[in-house]
């Protein structure tokens, strides 16, 4: 069964940090592209970053870039995304699905998978 699940998500104040995992199964991430994606309570889903392994790509949002870093295991079973000084804007549910991941934008399709979601709160 094909399946992502993350992890890692929590309360922490501003200028904290997060760790997130997005744990695939089912698969590996070798011929997969994976973004990470968050969506605010009454805003649109904003994609975050992505990487693809197979060709080296990585993509940063501006609204992250120079604080998030994402990364795959060698294993290529799990991406994470590293969040550093994190601000209340950064509140979100973060999702990770299967995507298509350029150096100028993540991209789904009606076929990826996604996972559950994990809840990020930054708040003093």
């Known amino acids: 069964q094909v399946q992502l699940v993350e992890s890692g998500g929590g309360l922490v104040q501003p200028g904290g940090s997060l760790r997130l995992s997005c744990a695939a199964s089912?698969?590996?991430?070798?011929?997969?592209?994976i973004g990470w994606f968050r969506q605010a309570p009454g805003k649109e889903r904003e994609g975050v970053s992505c990487?693809?392994?197979?060709?080296?790509?990585?993509y940063y949002a501006d609204s992250v870039k120079g604080r998030f870093t994402i990364s795959g295991d060698n294993g290529k079973t799990t991406v994470y995304l590293q969040m550093n000084r994190l601000q209340p804007k950064d509140t979100a549910v973060y999702y990770c699905?299967?995507?298509?991941?350029?150096?100028?934008?993540?991209?789904?399709?009606?076929?990826?998978?996604w996972g559950q979601g994990t809840q990020v709160t930054v708040s003093s």
């Open positions: 990487i693809s392994s197979s060709d080296g790509i990585t």
């Open positions: 089912g698969f590996t991430l070798d011929y997969y592209a």
């Open positions: 699905a299967t995507a298509s991941c350029l150096p100028v934008g993540v991209a789904t399709e009606k076929y990826d998978y």
